[in-house]
């Protein structure tokens, strides 16, 4: 399985949803780093977890002593439930809809671990925010800081970043929120359409706006390697991810060549700024030296209580299942910080050739 993810740094990500433990394993971070574990347990928090039974704490197994990274790889590990899970064998023929279970089945011939989903089980998204919590540590002592918000959940919309202007106050005073929206009344109207989905057995899906500041123009490559295409490439490892789209995005489509560009102009300070964002930060791959904004589309839980067909992979037949009612109704919630860790990941990849980060 390709859970490896390679660029100055590398990540690895393994274990499965119902294995004795998960983690990530960080390479080619900078020695002497300072890594703050109370601040990743509380990052980590922020992922919400529908079950209270989950464990969030990472044990880091080595890269790190007296607090700070030692050069050699990062690992964490992250114990799961029960070492000794609750197992229904029929559930490893069925092939849900929605679901991994038969492409995985089919890619792997039926050898893939299919309990809770294995490896293809969003539990898989918490090491991953390990690595990108410790890689915005790193980033925030250069004073590079990611910020995401829910933009949207089903039908509403909360108000979007100020695409030219985002203060790291802004970005902090997001992480602090139990909810993590701009406007809190319309977090109170998608809590709302969370609660009453729920009560009807579905589930709901949306979007993550994420804001990265102080990243100083000429980061990043044209083609292959620039910033939309590392973002991007990350941003997919996150389950139930549909589209991303930078700065206006698919709208662009819309609009005329002179709507769109933004206008240079040199601040008091010998600064090159736009006038507008609609690039999103990024102009041939590379950091413009704008606020780096992106949008990133989550479809609903598969998982819901309704009634749903699937297949019987050994009887080749169709088959009606249906879960009970401990289910997420809407895992954009979650999604939010790990929207952020991927970012993180993303510029610091980046960064590490910028002169005198390091």
């Given at each position: 399985m390709s859970s490896v993810w390679n660029n100055k740094i590398s990540i690895s990500v393994f274990g499965e949803a119902q294995s004795p433990a998960i983690g990530v394993t960080v390479n080619n971070l900078p020695s002497g780093e300072y890594v703050d574990v109370a601040e990743i347990k509380k990052f980590l928090k922020r992922l919400r977890r529908a079950d209270s039974?989950?464990?969030?704490?990472?044990?880091?197994?080595?890269?790190?002593?007296?607090?700070?990274?030692?050069?050699?790889?990062?690992?964490?590990?992250?114990?799961?439930?029960?070492?000794?899970p609750v197992y229904v064998p029929e559930t490893d023929r069925l092939a849900r809809a929605g679901h991994a279970d038969y492409t995985g089945a089919v890619r792997y011939r039926g050898f893939n671990d299919v309990r809770d989903g294995g490896h293809f089980s969003?539990?898989?998204?918490?090491p991953l925010c390990f690595a990108g919590a410790v890689c915005g540590q790193i980033l925030e002592r250069r004073g590079i800081y990611t910020g995401t918000h829910i933009a949207r959940i089903h039908n509403i919309k909360d108000n979007p970043f100020n695409p030219v202007k985002?203060?790291?106050?802004?970005?902090?005073?997001?992480?602090?929120?139990?909810?993590?929206?701009?406007?809190?009344?319309?977090?109170?109207?998608?809590?709302?359409?969370?609660?009453?989905?729920?009560?009807?057995?579905?589930?709901?899906?949306?979007?993550?706006?994420?804001?990265?500041?102080?990243?100083?123009?000429?980061?990043?490559?044209?083609?292959?390697?620039?910033?939309?295409?590392?973002?991007?490439?990350?941003?997919?490892?996150?389950?139930f991810v549909t589209g991303i789209e930078f700065g206006t995005g698919f709208k662009s489509a819309g609009m005329t060549g002179s709507?769109?560009?933004?206008?240079?102009?040199?601040?008091?300070?010998?600064?090159?700024?736009?006038?507008?964002?609609?690039?999103?930060?990024?102009?041939?791959?590379?950091?413009?030296?704008?606020?780096?904004?992106?949008?990133?589309?989550?479809?609903?839980?598969?998982?819901?209580?309704?009634?749903?067909?699937?297949?019987?992979?050994?009887?080749?037949t169709s088959e009606t299942y249906q879960t009970n009612n401990d289910y997420d109704p809407c895992t954009v919630i979650r999604a939010v910080p790990a929207v952020e860790s991927v970012a993180n990941i993303a510029i610091l990849s980046h960064m590490m050739e910028y002169p005198n980060f390091c």
């Amino acid at each position: 399985m390709s859970s490896v993810w390679n660029n100055k740094i590398s990540i690895s990500v393994f274990g499965e949803a119902q294995s004795p433990a998960i983690g990530v394993t960080v390479n080619n971070l900078p020695s002497g780093e300072y890594v703050d574990v109370a601040e990743i347990k509380k990052f980590l928090k922020r992922l919400r977890r529908a079950d209270s039974r989950e464990n969030l704490l990472p044990h880091i197994m080595s890269g790190l002593f007296n607090n700070r990274t030692t050069g050699s790889p990062l690992c964490a590990f992250i114990q799961n439930y029960s070492s000794e899970p609750v197992y229904v064998p029929e559930t490893d023929r069925l092939a849900r809809a929605g679901h991994a279970d038969y492409t995985g089945a089919v890619r792997y011939r039926g050898f893939n671990d299919v309990r809770d989903g294995g490896h293809f089980s969003e539990r898989l998204t918490v090491p991953l925010c390990f690595a990108g919590a410790v890689c915005g540590q790193i980033l925030e002592r250069r004073g590079i800081y990611t910020g995401t918000h829910i933009a949207r959940i089903h039908n509403i919309k909360d108000n979007p970043f100020n695409p030219v202007k985002v203060t790291r106050d802004d970005i902090i005073s997001i992480h602090n929120k139990e909810f993590p929206v701009i406007n809190d009344r319309k977090g109170w109207l998608m809590e709302e359409d969370i609660e009453r989905v729920r009560k009807t057995g579905d589930s709901l899906g949306g979007v993550v706006e994420c804001a990265i500041i102080n990243v100083p123009a000429g980061v990043g490559s044209p083609i292959f390697d620039g910033l939309q295409n590392t973002i991007s490439q990350l941003v997919f490892g996150i389950p139930f991810v549909t589209g991303i789209e930078f700065g206006t995005g698919f709208k662009s489509a819309g609009m005329t060549g002179s709507d769109w560009n933004d206008d240079f102009y040199v601040d008091g300070h010998g600064h090159v700024l736009t006038e507008t964002n609609n690039h999103g930060g990024i102009l041939g791959g590379i950091s413009s030296g704008m606020p780096i904004t992106f949008k990133v589309s989550f479809r609903p839980n598969p998982t819901f209580a309704k009634a749903q067909k699937g297949v019987d992979l050994q009887e080749m037949t169709s088959e009606t299942y249906q879960t009970n009612n401990d289910y997420d109704p809407c895992t954009v919630i979650r999604a939010v910080p790990a929207v952020e860790s991927v970012a993180n990941i993303a510029i610091l990849s980046h960064m590490m050739e910028y002169p005198n980060f390091c």
